[in-house]
């Protein structure tokens, strides 16, 4: 169907002509609007006049989406100096033109180029001008117009999401809200039904509807349960033209969930439980869990496990887990299979967080019995105490018992037991127990000054089975006997200046006791009975276990008495009581008048008023250079290389080895000191010979020492008699002077001169038989090449 605009647009011309100055009103047209007359003085005196009129339009309509095959007529353009000769010539400017809206330069017609939207654009302003095809001036001067679009309903409603997510507690009443869904129309709302939209719900029924005009969604069923259907997918729809026919329409899908409420409380799936458990368990072992099933979720679920009531109520315990939501049993007091064997417990399980709207559906917990079964175990043996405290004096005798521990076996067979001390507890072995009956002994004397306390482990042990025992601790104390005395608690060092007055104090001395009373220390000081009364010093008890020593007269001298002793009696009061004696040293020395100690040597005087102290430097200089010197002497003696009295290497048999020192006889006793002899201390138990180096050293046989015999002559044959038999001894003969030759001697003198003076051969013989010393002697003046030849 095609639809034609006829709007007339008539075009008013503004004209310039020349008239002569006459009104003009009677020359104007009452058609025409009134007009202003411009007057201009020219040269030739003519007035020149213009008449300004005005254009007269209307606004243009054009419908949108135009699907016809031929452009679409818009309007019309006209003014009243066109003629029709075709001399005007329109021209169209402005929001498109050219491209979607074209004139007809001749006529003036305007039509639409295209299909236009007007959700892309509903209004265009565009500009007319009229030309005059022969001079190019305007014949109008330009004039601007609008051109609508009209809307047609060609857009569906859309929805602000494709998809919408809500939840809703579970058991709510009808109408309550969920989500509000929101759909818009592109169309013009302020032309016809296009933009109306209204809702509906397609799918969701009956459990929600929605509201046409706003897009809430409500609940529509009361006391929907989450536990029979948790999710629902409701879909939407959303209708232009007021949901009438022919409107359009759009959806979207609303997924809706159903929140947890605590309407359900914890039921056990079963209404007894039996567990087992040794009766030696530990505290706190768990024997096995229980749970009761709730079907809600998060802390709606939560559920708090109790004992209600039971036999065992005070036996057992129930804890929670909160991961589980499960309750365990765990052991609380030690179980006696002799004393019971079976338990029955109540069990409650509650919701810790109940919601009120829903109390009165019933009591939100539930209630299981627990039997638990206790089993008999070999048990080791059970000492009657936790520990046990012995106290005993330490002046107890050896072998006294001091206490007892006792043990039994709980088991209902009661085997025997026998008890021991663990030795890692008693190193020293100072106690010991009879295995029997438990008493514990002393092994040993017990000193609490220097061990008071004593800690032992005893084991008790079934005899049947060894592996079965127990320990405990024993704490034995040593009660304090008083046998210490008691003694000065530090050393004094005493003096009085020689100025001292009489009744002066000079030294306040205290005690100490290794022994511990239970009333606490008193001692007393006396002076000793042998001297009760001291000319010198008095000695008062302060009555606080502190004495004080007071002099007894005016002046002291350093020169008469430098040192005095002062013996005190020191004893205590208690039982048995024990003193001692303690001698305090008080030396005598000078003081300046404030009583400060100067000096208390009494030699000092005389080296301050000898010798200077320069002196007494150069003193110590001399005896610091003699010592030097005694040093460095020593030390060059011990470099001098030692040279061996035998030169010869190749035969050291035939050497005889002369000393130079006959000596005196037994009558001189100024050469040689006869006593070195008799003294078997003075000798030398391992010296070498000095006439040779030797090559190895030989391990020194040490002899009988020959202490009760004191015959020089004696002493003498037993050691030729050692030197014969040692194996050490060298193989050659050497000659050894004692400086004893002794009395009555069968070889008479030895000497070779003597030998010359005589008128016959002597006879050698007797030297064969001297023994292996003197065999080369014997060879020599025994055979027939002697050194008489």
């Not at 704490?475 to 005493?494: K, S």
């Not at 030390?635 to 190749?650: G, T």
């Not at 050659?732 to 001697?745: C, M, Q």
């Not at 050698?764 to 002697?786: C, I």
Request: charged share 25%.
């Amino acid at each position: 169907m095609r639809t034609y605009h006829c709007l007339s647009l008539f075009i008013w011309t503004y004209m310039y002509h020349t008239t002569d100055a006459i009104p003009f009103q009677e020359k104007g047209n009452s058609d025409l609007p009134s007009e202003r007359i411009v007057g201009l003085t020219q040269d030739d005196g003519k007035m020149l006049h213009r008449t300004k009129r005005g254009w007269m339009w209307n606004q243009f309509f054009l419908l949108e989406e135009y699907t016809g095959t031929d452009t679409q007529y818009v309007g019309k353009l006209h003014t009243d100096q066109d003629k029709g000769d075709g001399n005007l010539k329109y021209i169209l400017t402005g929001d498109g033109a050219g491209s979607l809206f074209v004139i007809d330069e001749n006529t003036g017609d305007i039509h639409a180029a295209k299909k236009l939207d007007r959700e892309e654009k509903s209004l265009y302003v565009l500009r007319a001008k009229a030309i005059d095809r022969k001079t190019g001036r305007q014949v109008e001067p330009e004039s601007e117009f609008i051109i609508k679009i009209h809307d047609i309903n060609d857009n569906e409603p859309k929805f602000t999401k494709d998809l919408y997510t809500a939840s809703v507690p579970e058991m709510s009443g009808v109408g309550t809200s969920v989500i509000q869904v929101t759909a818009t129309d592109a169309d013009d709302a302020n032309y016809g039904n296009s933009a109306k939209v209204v809702y509906s719900i397609l799918q969701g029924q009956p459990y929600f509807s929605v509201d046409p005009e706003s897009g809430i969604i409500k609940t529509a069923l009361p006391d929907m349960s989450r536990e029979n259907r948790e999710q629902y997918q409701v879909v939407i729809q959303a209708k232009d033209m007021g949901g009438q026919m022919g409107g359009l329409s759009g959806t979207t899908t609303v997924n809706i969930t159903l929140t947890d409420v605590n309407n359900n409380p914890p039921r056990f799936p079963q209404s007894t439980y039996q567990f087992h458990s040794p009766e030696s368990v530990p505290l706190g072992t768990p024997l096995g869990r229980i749970k009761a099933n709730d079907p809600d979720v998060g802390e709606n679920a939560e559920v708090e496990y109790s004992i209600a009531e039971g036999d065992g109520a005070d036996m057992f315990d129930v804890i929670t887990d909160k991961d589980t939501q499960e309750g365990i049993i765990t052991v609380k007091q030690n179980l006696d299979f002799e004393n019971k064997m079976l338990y029955t417990l109540k069990v409650d399980a509650s919701n810790t967080h109940p919601d009120p709207r829903f109390l009165h559906l019933g009591p939100f917990k539930d209630t299981a019995v627990v039997k638990i079964s206790v089993e008999d175990i070999d048990e080791p043996p059970v000492f009657s105490k936790v520990f046990y405290l012995i106290e005993v004096d330490e002046d107890v005798k050896e072998g006294s018992i001091i206490g007892q521990v006792t043990a039994y076996d709980p088991d209902a067979m009661n085997n025997l037991i026998k008890y021991s001390v663990d030795r890692h507890t008693d190193m020293d072995r100072i106690f010991s127990i009879h295995s029997e009956n438990g008493s514990i002994f002393t092994l040993k004397p017990l000193d609490r000054e220097s061990t008071p306390w004593h800690n032992i482990t005893v084991t008790a042990t079934e005899i049947n089975n060894s592996k079965q025992s127990s320990h405990i601790p024993v704490f034995i104390r040593i009660l304090d006997i008083n046998d210490h005395a008691p003694e000065f608690a530090m050393y004094y060092e005493t003096y009085v200046c020689e100025n001292a007055k009489s009744g002066q104090l000079i030294q306040t001395v205290s005690v100490m006791d290794k022994d511990d009373p239970p009333r606490g220390h008193k001692f007393f000081f006396e002076p000793v009975p042998e001297f009760p009364l001291n000319p010198n010093f008095t000695i008062v008890d302060n009555k606080d276990n502190t004495a004080g020593i007071m002099t007894r007269k005016d002046g002291y001298s350093r020169n008469k008495m430098s040192t005095y002793l002062l013996p005190i009696l020191i004893f205590d009061n208690d039982y048995p009581i024990q003193s001692s004696t303690g001698t305090l040293t008080i030396r005598v020395c000078a003081c300046d008048n404030q009583g400060n100690m100067q000096s208390c040597n009494a030699e000092a005087l005389v080296l301050s008023a000898g010798l200077s102290t320069g002196a007494l430097i150069a003193i110590l200089l001399c005896v610091i250079i003699l010592l030097v010197l005694v040093v460095l002497f020593a030390a060059l003696k011990r470099q001098r290389k030692k040279e061996p009295l035998i030169i010869s290497k190749d035969d050291v048999r035939d050497n005889i080895v002369t000393y130079n020192d006959e000596g005196g006889g037994e009558e001189d006793t100024q050469a040689f000191d006869i006593g070195t002899l008799r003294n078997p201390e003075a000798r030398e138990d391992s010296k070498l010979r000095r006439d040779v180096m030797p090559e190895t050293i030989f391990q020194i046989r040490r002899t009988v020492p020959l202490w009760e015999n004191i015959d020089v002559q004696d002493f003498i044959h037993r050691r030729l008699k050692e030197n014969d038999s040692d194996p050490s001894a060298p193989p050659y003969d050497s000659l050894a002077t004692y400086a004893y030759e002794g009395n009555d001697s069968i070889a008479d003198s030895l000497s070779s001169l003597e030998s010359l003076t005589a008128d016959c051969n002597q006879d050698y013989d007797y030297l064969s038989d001297w023994g292996p010393r003197f065999k080369k002697l014997a060879d020599m003046y025994g055979g027939d090449d002697s050194d008489r030849d």
